[in-house]
């Protein structure tokens, strides 16, 4: 049987729209093959994804965030938890991102710690290639070490200042190191009131993997004044490269 466009066999069906009363919000469902009007949950809250992002946008600008917005998204966020089983599981879930967030967050740093180390390792290598080829080419008539121009780079060296190399680091007196520790506030206290046999005892017994490092800065200033530092010794001739 033929049809006229938007024409139907079937019998033309009536709506009747239901009066709403304020403050009662209201769904629409289906119920025995027809459209009904049902009663909605009393407190509406926003939608998870919503929450989410706003969650989101909160951790990376929280220095930023006013603690009149903070209370009106903890507002919101209650809502939402307390509205529906699955947006808490929502909740959940997005916990479980941020933690292997986190776990992927330390291995990136591992791996970029290190690769960061390998790459200053091959930077400094081929950084003496360089000097030491410029160094092989000897100098001009004016004393001074040749350019290696290219298209868009050249090298040339440049005098470095003198500067220190530990020869002997035991042998270099207190008085030039520094020392870092770590142990407890109380023994920290306990050094403060004063320090006997027995607690040098305890306070060393205590250090954990100490952590010695050269003031090679007074080191230095000690030696330009004329001064002797056993285990060390000024180090001259040396060459950095400028690339311009």
């Known amino acids: 049987m033929c049809r006229t466009p938007g024409s139907s066999s079937r019998p033309a069906r009536r709506w009747h729209a239901t009066p709403v009363r304020r403050g009662f919000p209201r769904n629409r469902r289906w119920r025995d093959g027809r459209l009904a009007v049902v009663p909605s949950p009393a407190v509406t809250a926003a939608p998870l994804y919503v929450i989410e992002d706003h969650l989101a946008a909160l951790i990376e ?14 507002a919101e966020f209650q809502a939402a938890l307390t509205a529906a089983v699955e947006k808490r599981d929502r909740v959940g879930q997005f916990l479980a991102h941020l933690e292997q967030q986190i776990d992927f967050a330390k291995f990136e740093i591992d791996r970029l710690r290190q690769r960061k180390a390998t790459c200053e390792r091959a930077h400094e290598r081929l950084e003496d290639y360089v000097i030491e080829t410029i160094e092989g080419l000897g100098t001009d008539s004016k004393g001074k070490y040749r350019r290696l121009e290219g298209k868009t780079t050249t090298f040339s060296l440049r005098g470095c200042p003198p500067s220190v190399e530990a020869t002997d680091e035991s042998a270099i007196p207190a008085e030039y190191k520094t020392l870092t520790l770590k ?58 490269l400028r690339r311009s």
Do not use: N, Y
């Open 183 to 240: 142990l407890p506030a109380v023994t920290w206290e306990q050094l403060l009131d004063g320090l006997d046999i027995e607690q040098r005892a305890a306070v060393l017994g205590q250090v954990k993997s100490p952590e010695v490092s050269l003031d090679k800065r007074s080191i230095k200033a000690a030696m330009d004044g004329g001064a002797a530092v056993p285990g060390a010794g000024l180090v001259t001739g040396r060459h950095a």
């Open 61 to 74: 600008t929280a220095e930023l965030v006013s603690p009149e917005q903070e209370l009106e998204f903890r």
